[in-house]
Protein backbone atom coordinates (compact mmCIF):
# COMPACT_ATOMS: atom_id res chain seq x y z
CA UNK A 1 0.00 0.00 0.00
CA UNK A 2 1.12 3.56 -1.09
CA UNK A 3 1.88 5.81 2.11
CA UNK A 4 0.68 9.17 1.94
CA UNK A 5 4.02 10.73 1.61
CA UNK A 6 4.92 8.49 -1.46
CA UNK A 7 1.63 9.37 -3.08
CA UNK A 8 2.35 12.99 -2.48
CA UNK A 9 5.96 12.11 -4.52
CA UNK A 10 4.42 11.00 -7.20
CA UNK A 11 2.26 13.59 -7.82
CA UNK A 12 5.22 15.41 -7.50
CA UNK A 13 6.46 13.99 -9.76
CA UNK A 14 3.46 13.57 -12.23
CA UNK A 15 3.11 17.51 -12.15
CA UNK A 16 6.44 17.91 -13.28
CA UNK A 17 6.74 15.28 -15.78
CA UNK A 18 3.70 16.64 -17.50
CA UNK A 19 5.44 20.61 -16.70
CA UNK A 20 8.18 19.31 -19.18
CA UNK A 21 5.54 17.89 -21.65
CA UNK A 22 3.64 20.90 -22.20
CA UNK A 23 7.32 22.40 -22.52
CA UNK A 24 8.35 20.17 -25.03
CA UNK A 25 4.83 20.69 -26.81
CA UNK A 26 5.78 24.29 -27.11
CA UNK A 27 9.16 23.72 -28.29
CA UNK A 28 7.62 21.34 -30.89
CA UNK A 29 5.18 23.09 -32.23
CA UNK A 30 7.29 26.45 -32.58
CA UNK A 31 8.40 25.83 -36.65
CA UNK A 32 7.00 24.17 -39.38
CA UNK A 33 10.48 23.47 -40.78
CA UNK A 34 10.85 19.56 -40.98
CA UNK A 35 15.11 19.67 -40.32
CA UNK A 36 14.41 21.73 -37.57
CA UNK A 37 11.86 20.36 -35.81
CA UNK A 38 13.62 16.74 -35.89
CA UNK A 39 16.43 18.64 -34.43
CA UNK A 40 14.16 20.06 -31.55
CA UNK A 41 12.74 16.38 -31.18
CA UNK A 42 16.49 15.45 -29.92
CA UNK A 43 17.78 17.99 -28.40
CA UNK A 44 14.53 17.58 -26.03
CA UNK A 45 15.09 13.90 -25.51
CA UNK A 46 18.50 13.91 -25.13
CA UNK A 47 18.17 16.53 -22.62
CA UNK A 48 15.87 14.51 -20.89
CA UNK A 49 17.05 10.83 -21.09
CA UNK A 50 21.00 11.53 -21.13
CA UNK A 51 20.76 10.08 -24.59
CA UNK A 52 24.33 10.14 -26.47
CA UNK A 53 22.91 9.82 -30.16
CA UNK A 54 19.16 9.76 -31.79
CA UNK A 55 17.71 9.63 -35.19
CA UNK A 56 14.10 10.70 -35.97
CA UNK A 57 12.80 8.97 -39.28
CA UNK A 58 9.94 10.19 -41.12
CA UNK A 59 8.12 7.87 -42.46
CA UNK A 60 6.85 8.01 -46.57
CA UNK A 61 3.74 5.59 -46.66
CA UNK A 62 3.70 5.31 -50.88
CA UNK A 63 7.40 4.36 -51.09
CA UNK A 64 7.25 2.63 -47.66
CA UNK A 65 10.38 3.92 -46.17
CA UNK A 66 11.82 5.81 -43.70
CA UNK A 67 14.00 8.94 -44.07
CA UNK A 68 16.23 10.53 -41.64
CA UNK A 69 16.68 14.32 -41.87
CA UNK A 70 18.66 14.74 -38.93
CA UNK A 71 21.18 11.79 -36.94
CA UNK A 72 22.98 13.17 -34.78
CA UNK A 73 27.07 12.58 -35.05
CA UNK A 74 25.56 12.11 -39.45
CA UNK A 75 25.36 15.62 -40.39
CA UNK A 76 24.81 15.67 -44.21
CA UNK A 77 24.19 12.05 -44.54
CA UNK A 78 21.17 11.53 -44.77
CA UNK A 79 19.49 7.69 -44.37
CA UNK A 80 16.89 5.76 -46.03
CA UNK A 81 15.85 2.27 -45.12
CA UNK A 82 13.01 0.39 -45.89
CA UNK A 83 10.22 -0.54 -43.38
CA UNK A 84 10.63 -3.87 -42.14
CA UNK A 85 14.37 -3.82 -41.79
CA UNK A 86 16.66 -2.85 -39.71
CA UNK A 87 15.39 -2.19 -35.93
CA UNK A 88 13.87 1.13 -37.26
CA UNK A 89 12.36 -0.84 -39.82
CA UNK A 90 11.47 -3.01 -37.99
CA UNK A 91 9.72 -1.10 -35.35
CA UNK A 92 7.69 0.87 -38.01
CA UNK A 93 6.04 -2.10 -39.27
CA UNK A 94 5.34 -3.16 -36.17
CA UNK A 95 4.41 -0.18 -33.70
CA UNK A 96 6.32 -1.75 -31.33
CA UNK A 97 8.54 -0.01 -28.62
CA UNK A 98 12.04 -1.98 -28.23
CA UNK A 99 14.47 -1.40 -25.69
CA UNK A 100 18.05 -3.37 -27.05
CA UNK A 101 20.66 -3.34 -24.54
CA UNK A 102 23.59 -4.96 -26.07
CA UNK A 103 22.72 -3.89 -29.95
CA UNK A 104 25.40 -6.53 -31.27
CA UNK A 105 23.26 -9.22 -29.61
CA UNK A 106 20.39 -8.02 -31.86
CA UNK A 107 20.32 -9.92 -35.38
CA UNK A 108 18.22 -6.88 -36.58
CA UNK A 109 21.16 -4.24 -35.76
CA UNK A 110 23.01 -3.29 -38.86
CA UNK A 111 26.96 -3.31 -37.70
CA UNK A 112 27.57 -1.44 -41.24
CA UNK A 113 25.98 1.53 -39.76
CA UNK A 114 28.78 1.42 -37.27
CA UNK A 115 31.55 0.18 -39.61
CA UNK A 116 30.85 3.22 -42.26
CA UNK A 117 30.35 6.51 -38.75
CA UNK A 118 33.21 5.03 -36.98
CA UNK A 119 30.82 5.30 -34.10
CA UNK A 120 30.12 2.40 -31.69
CA UNK A 121 26.55 1.56 -30.79
CA UNK A 122 26.16 -0.15 -27.47
CA UNK A 123 22.49 -0.01 -26.50
CA UNK A 124 19.22 1.24 -28.65
CA UNK A 125 15.78 2.33 -27.39
CA UNK A 126 13.17 2.63 -30.57
CA UNK A 127 10.00 3.65 -30.89
CA UNK A 128 7.18 4.45 -33.08
CA UNK A 129 5.92 8.53 -33.37
CA UNK A 130 2.46 8.25 -33.74
CA UNK A 131 -0.09 10.39 -34.64
CA UNK A 132 -3.40 11.80 -32.56
CA UNK A 133 -5.54 9.00 -35.09
CA UNK A 134 -2.62 6.51 -33.71
CA UNK A 135 -1.23 5.84 -36.93
CA UNK A 136 2.84 5.51 -37.12
CA UNK A 137 4.05 8.70 -39.08
CA UNK A 138 7.49 8.27 -38.36
CA UNK A 139 10.43 6.77 -35.50
CA UNK A 140 12.79 7.71 -32.85
CA UNK A 141 15.91 5.60 -32.26
CA UNK A 142 17.84 6.75 -29.28
CA UNK A 143 21.54 5.13 -29.04
CA UNK A 144 24.08 5.11 -25.66
CA UNK A 145 21.88 6.32 -23.19
CA UNK A 146 23.94 7.70 -19.92
CA UNK A 147 22.24 5.35 -17.44
CA UNK A 148 19.03 2.41 -17.59
CA UNK A 149 15.53 4.04 -18.24
CA UNK A 150 13.39 4.28 -15.59
CA UNK A 151 9.38 3.91 -16.16
CA UNK A 152 8.94 8.03 -15.31
CA UNK A 153 11.61 8.12 -18.52
CA UNK A 154 9.03 5.86 -20.45
CA UNK A 155 6.49 7.37 -19.42
CA UNK A 156 7.34 10.65 -20.63
CA UNK A 157 8.78 9.10 -23.62
CA UNK A 158 4.75 8.30 -24.45
CA UNK A 159 3.38 11.51 -23.08
CA UNK A 160 5.35 13.32 -25.58
CA UNK A 161 4.85 11.06 -28.51
CA UNK A 162 1.93 12.49 -29.68
CA UNK A 163 2.76 15.88 -29.42
CA UNK A 164 5.85 14.84 -31.96
CA UNK A 165 3.87 13.14 -34.20
CA UNK A 166 1.36 15.53 -34.66
CA UNK A 167 4.41 18.04 -35.17
CA UNK A 168 6.31 15.97 -37.82
CA UNK A 169 2.63 15.59 -39.61
CA UNK A 170 2.55 19.57 -39.11
CA UNK A 171 5.76 19.98 -40.66
CA UNK A 172 5.59 17.52 -43.21
CA UNK A 173 1.94 18.79 -44.77
CA UNK A 174 3.53 22.37 -44.85
CA UNK A 175 6.72 20.88 -47.00
CA UNK A 176 4.25 19.24 -48.88
CA UNK A 177 2.40 22.64 -49.62
CA UNK A 178 5.78 24.20 -50.06
CA UNK A 179 6.75 21.93 -52.45
CA UNK A 180 3.54 21.80 -54.40
CA UNK A 181 3.62 25.42 -54.69
CA UNK A 182 7.20 25.21 -56.25
CA UNK A 183 6.08 22.80 -58.41
CA UNK A 184 2.95 24.51 -59.28
CA UNK A 185 5.02 27.72 -60.04
CA UNK A 186 7.36 25.66 -61.89
CA UNK A 187 4.30 24.61 -64.22
CA UNK A 188 3.18 27.97 -64.42
CA UNK A 189 6.80 29.25 -65.85
CA UNK A 190 7.42 25.97 -68.10
CA UNK A 191 3.43 26.64 -69.50
CA UNK A 192 4.58 30.25 -70.34
CA UNK A 193 7.75 29.59 -71.86
CA UNK A 194 5.86 26.74 -74.34
CA UNK A 195 2.93 29.38 -74.82
CA UNK A 196 5.39 31.74 -76.66
CA UNK A 197 6.68 28.64 -78.88
CA UNK A 198 3.27 29.08 -80.42
CA UNK A 199 4.00 30.56 -84.01
CA UNK A 200 2.29 34.01 -84.67
CA UNK A 201 0.42 32.98 -87.84
CA UNK A 202 -1.17 35.86 -89.68
CA UNK A 203 -5.25 35.29 -90.72
CA UNK A 204 -3.90 34.58 -94.50
CA UNK A 205 -0.86 34.25 -96.29
CA UNK A 206 -1.03 34.83 -100.23
CA UNK A 207 -4.85 34.35 -100.69
CA UNK A 208 -4.91 31.40 -97.66
CA UNK A 209 -6.81 32.11 -95.32
CA UNK A 210 -5.26 30.35 -91.74
CA UNK A 211 -6.88 30.11 -88.15
CA UNK A 212 -4.81 27.33 -85.42
CA UNK A 213 -4.99 26.98 -82.33
CA UNK A 214 -3.65 24.71 -79.62
CA UNK A 215 -5.08 23.60 -76.15
CA UNK A 216 -3.01 21.41 -73.14
CA UNK A 217 -5.23 18.93 -71.30
CA UNK A 218 -2.02 19.58 -68.65
CA UNK A 219 -0.35 22.48 -67.38
CA UNK A 220 2.50 21.71 -69.93
CA UNK A 221 2.05 19.44 -73.56
CA UNK A 222 3.47 17.51 -75.87
CA UNK A 223 1.77 19.29 -79.43
CA UNK A 224 3.89 21.25 -81.66
CA UNK A 225 3.05 23.68 -83.93
CA UNK A 226 5.43 25.33 -86.30
CA UNK A 227 4.59 28.39 -89.16
CA UNK A 228 7.39 29.52 -91.81
CA UNK A 229 6.56 31.78 -94.32
CA UNK A 230 8.83 32.33 -97.53
CA UNK A 231 9.75 35.21 -99.46
CA UNK A 232 8.67 33.14 -102.84
CA UNK A 233 4.93 33.39 -101.51
CA UNK A 234 5.16 29.83 -99.93
CA UNK A 235 4.94 28.64 -96.29
CA UNK A 236 5.42 25.45 -94.25
CA UNK A 237 3.63 24.12 -91.22
CA UNK A 238 4.69 21.34 -89.34
CA UNK A 239 2.38 19.70 -86.96
CA UNK A 240 3.87 17.55 -84.58
CA UNK A 241 2.64 15.11 -81.58
CA UNK A 242 4.87 14.01 -79.13
CA UNK A 243 4.19 10.11 -77.34
CA UNK A 244 2.92 10.37 -74.07
CA UNK A 245 1.70 13.46 -71.69
CA UNK A 246 2.94 16.30 -69.19
CA UNK A 247 6.74 17.46 -68.60
CA UNK A 248 8.46 14.50 -70.59
CA UNK A 249 6.44 15.37 -73.46
CA UNK A 250 7.18 18.58 -72.94
CA UNK A 251 10.31 18.51 -72.78
CA UNK A 252 10.72 16.03 -76.54
CA UNK A 253 8.40 19.04 -77.58
CA UNK A 254 10.74 22.06 -76.69
CA UNK A 255 13.65 19.90 -78.84
CA UNK A 256 11.68 19.38 -81.63
CA UNK A 257 10.65 23.52 -81.18
CA UNK A 258 14.45 24.01 -81.45
CA UNK A 259 15.18 21.84 -83.76
CA UNK A 260 13.07 22.80 -86.50
CA UNK A 261 13.66 26.48 -86.12
CA UNK A 262 17.41 25.31 -87.00
CA UNK A 263 16.68 22.70 -90.00
CA UNK A 264 14.41 25.17 -91.54
CA UNK A 265 17.11 28.03 -91.93
CA UNK A 266 19.61 25.66 -93.62
CA UNK A 267 17.72 22.76 -94.90
CA UNK A 268 16.20 23.36 -98.10
CA UNK A 269 13.67 20.26 -98.69
CA UNK A 270 11.26 19.06 -96.60
CA UNK A 271 12.03 15.31 -96.86
CA UNK A 272 15.31 16.29 -95.68
CA UNK A 273 14.03 18.45 -92.67
CA UNK A 274 11.61 14.90 -91.95
CA UNK A 275 15.11 12.50 -92.33
CA UNK A 276 17.04 14.80 -90.32
CA UNK A 277 14.60 15.09 -87.22
CA UNK A 278 13.77 10.73 -86.97
CA UNK A 279 17.55 10.27 -86.91
CA UNK A 280 18.01 13.13 -84.20
CA UNK A 281 15.14 11.35 -81.91
CA UNK A 282 16.29 7.82 -82.81
CA UNK A 283 19.52 8.72 -81.17
CA UNK A 284 18.64 10.66 -78.33
CA UNK A 285 15.11 9.24 -77.11
CA UNK A 286 14.06 5.69 -75.85
CA UNK A 287 12.38 3.56 -77.60
CA UNK A 288 8.87 4.46 -75.88
CA UNK A 289 9.33 8.48 -77.06
CA UNK A 290 8.40 9.00 -80.83
CA UNK A 291 6.70 11.70 -82.51
CA UNK A 292 3.75 11.68 -85.64
CA UNK A 293 4.38 14.70 -87.32
CA UNK A 294 2.95 16.36 -90.82
CA UNK A 295 5.41 18.48 -92.28
CA UNK A 296 2.95 20.62 -95.25
CA UNK A 297 4.40 23.14 -97.57
CA UNK A 298 1.90 25.70 -99.55
CA UNK A 299 2.45 26.98 -102.71
CA UNK A 300 0.28 29.56 -103.39
CA UNK A 301 1.62 30.64 -106.12
CA UNK A 302 1.43 27.09 -107.94
CA UNK A 303 -1.83 26.29 -106.01
CA UNK A 304 -0.34 23.13 -104.93
CA UNK A 305 0.52 21.03 -101.20
CA UNK A 306 3.17 19.61 -100.61
CA UNK A 307 3.23 17.06 -97.83
CA UNK A 308 5.27 14.36 -95.71
CA UNK A 309 3.22 12.30 -93.10
CA UNK A 310 5.21 10.36 -90.75
CA UNK A 311 2.63 8.73 -88.95
CA UNK A 312 0.59 11.33 -87.63
CA UNK A 313 -3.22 11.73 -88.67
CA UNK A 314 -4.18 11.94 -92.28
CA UNK A 315 -5.56 15.68 -93.06
CA UNK A 316 -8.79 16.49 -94.09
CA UNK A 317 -9.92 17.90 -97.14
CA UNK A 318 -12.98 19.40 -97.97
CA UNK A 319 -13.51 21.34 -101.47
CA UNK A 320 -16.25 23.91 -102.10
CA UNK A 321 -18.65 21.29 -103.57
CA UNK A 322 -19.08 19.49 -100.59
CA UNK A 323 -16.50 16.65 -101.36
CA UNK A 324 -14.47 15.16 -98.82
CA UNK A 325 -11.26 13.55 -98.95
CA UNK A 326 -8.80 11.99 -96.11
CA UNK A 327 -5.73 12.47 -97.57
CA UNK A 328 -4.76 9.01 -95.56
CA UNK A 329 -2.33 7.05 -98.70
CA UNK A 330 1.38 7.11 -98.36
CA UNK A 331 3.35 8.59 -95.43
CA UNK A 332 6.03 6.67 -93.37
CA UNK A 333 6.18 5.52 -89.54
CA UNK A 334 6.64 8.43 -86.32
CA UNK A 335 9.97 9.76 -85.69
CA UNK A 336 12.34 7.74 -83.44
CA UNK A 337 11.51 4.81 -83.89
CA UNK A 338 12.85 3.08 -87.01
CA UNK A 339 16.88 4.39 -88.17
CA UNK A 340 17.66 5.13 -91.94
CA UNK A 341 14.29 5.93 -93.06
CA UNK A 342 13.91 8.30 -95.66
CA UNK A 343 10.64 10.05 -96.25
CA UNK A 344 9.15 10.77 -99.27
CA UNK A 345 6.62 13.90 -100.09
CA UNK A 346 3.18 13.78 -101.75
CA UNK A 347 2.00 16.83 -103.91
CA UNK A 348 -1.60 17.82 -104.05
CA UNK A 349 -3.24 20.37 -106.80
CA UNK A 350 -5.71 22.41 -104.47
CA UNK A 351 -8.67 23.54 -106.23
CA UNK A 352 -9.81 27.46 -105.15
CA UNK A 353 -12.37 27.54 -102.36
CA UNK A 354 -10.81 24.42 -100.80
CA UNK A 355 -10.92 24.02 -97.02
CA UNK A 356 -7.73 21.72 -95.71
CA UNK A 357 -8.15 20.46 -91.95
CA UNK A 358 -4.84 19.46 -90.17
CA UNK A 359 -4.88 18.27 -86.22
CA UNK A 360 -3.53 16.30 -83.79
CA UNK A 361 -5.58 13.23 -81.95
CA UNK A 362 -6.44 15.32 -79.64
CA UNK A 363 -9.04 16.61 -81.66
CA UNK A 364 -10.28 13.38 -84.05
CA UNK A 365 -10.83 11.14 -80.67
CA UNK A 366 -12.16 13.60 -78.50
CA UNK A 367 -14.17 11.62 -75.81
CA UNK A 368 -17.75 12.26 -73.78
CA UNK A 369 -18.91 10.87 -70.88
CA UNK A 370 -19.70 7.98 -72.21
CA UNK A 371 -16.27 7.26 -73.89
CA UNK A 372 -17.39 7.95 -77.45
CA UNK A 373 -15.10 9.19 -79.80
CA UNK A 374 -15.67 12.01 -81.83
CA UNK A 375 -14.28 10.06 -85.26
CA UNK A 376 -13.57 11.25 -88.48
CA UNK A 377 -16.91 10.81 -89.77
CA UNK A 378 -18.28 13.23 -87.21
CA UNK A 379 -15.08 15.76 -87.83
CA UNK A 380 -15.34 15.80 -91.78
CA UNK A 381 -19.62 16.61 -91.25
CA UNK A 382 -18.94 19.26 -88.89
CA UNK A 383 -16.35 21.28 -91.35
CA UNK A 384 -18.30 19.92 -94.43
CA UNK A 385 -21.39 21.86 -93.48
CA UNK A 386 -19.41 24.86 -92.61
CA UNK A 387 -17.02 25.04 -95.43
CA UNK A 388 -18.74 28.17 -97.12
CA UNK A 389 -17.65 30.43 -93.81
CA UNK A 390 -14.42 31.51 -93.51
CA UNK A 391 -11.02 29.74 -91.83
CA UNK A 392 -11.54 31.56 -88.77
CA UNK A 393 -15.13 30.89 -88.68
CA UNK A 394 -15.08 26.90 -89.74
CA UNK A 395 -12.46 26.76 -87.06
CA UNK A 396 -14.52 28.41 -84.20
CA UNK A 397 -17.07 25.90 -85.12
CA UNK A 398 -15.14 23.06 -84.78
CA UNK A 399 -14.06 23.84 -81.52
CA UNK A 400 -17.69 24.47 -79.97
CA UNK A 401 -18.53 21.05 -81.77
CA UNK A 402 -15.73 19.76 -79.40
CA UNK A 403 -16.74 21.14 -76.29
CA UNK A 404 -20.50 20.35 -77.20
CA UNK A 405 -19.82 16.41 -77.61
CA UNK A 406 -16.95 16.35 -74.75
CA UNK A 407 -19.47 17.81 -72.20
CA UNK A 408 -18.98 17.38 -68.82
CA UNK A 409 -16.06 14.59 -70.14
CA UNK A 410 -12.36 15.22 -68.35
CA UNK A 411 -10.02 16.41 -71.27
CA UNK A 412 -7.28 13.12 -71.63
CA UNK A 413 -4.69 14.69 -74.66
CA UNK A 414 -3.68 17.85 -76.22
CA UNK A 415 -5.69 19.14 -79.04
CA UNK A 416 -4.29 20.93 -82.04
CA UNK A 417 -6.51 22.22 -84.92
CA UNK A 418 -5.29 24.26 -87.69
CA UNK A 419 -7.65 25.45 -90.81
CA UNK A 420 -6.49 26.41 -94.00
CA UNK A 421 -9.43 27.87 -96.41
CA UNK A 422 -7.87 28.32 -100.30
CA UNK A 423 -9.42 31.56 -102.09
CA UNK A 424 -12.22 30.80 -104.19
CA UNK A 425 -10.46 33.66 -106.06
CA UNK A 426 -8.65 32.06 -108.97
CA UNK A 427 -6.82 35.65 -109.07
CA UNK A 428 -5.34 35.24 -105.49
CA UNK A 429 -5.09 31.79 -105.83
Known sequence: ????????????????????????????????????????????????????????????????????????????????LPVGKGIAGFVAATGQTIDIPN????????????????????DIY???IINRMGEIVGVLELMNRA???????????SGVSVHIGLALENAQLHREILEKRKMEQELRLAREIQQKFYPRIPESFG????????????????????????????????????????????LVMSSLHAACRALVRHVQKIEDVTNILNETFVETTDARTFVTMLVML????????????????????????GETMLLDAGGGPPLGIFPKIRYGREI????????????????SEAENSRGEQLGLDNLASIICAARMKSATQIHETVRASLKDFAGDAPVRDDSTLVVLKFSDSPSRF
Open 298 to 321: VDTIGGRVHLIRAGHNPPLTITAS
Open 207 to 250: GVEISASSEMCEAVGGDYLGYFPFEDGRFLLILGDVSGKGIGAA
Open 348 to 363: LPVEPGTVFVVYTDGV
Open 1 to 80: MISPAEGQQEAIRSIARLQRILEASKLLNSTLDLAELTGIILKIVGDELGIDRGTVFVLDRSRQVLRSLVAQGMEGKAMM
Open 126 to 128: CMP
Open 103 to 122: AYADTRFDASFDANSGYSTK
Open 147 to 157: RPLIQEDEQFL
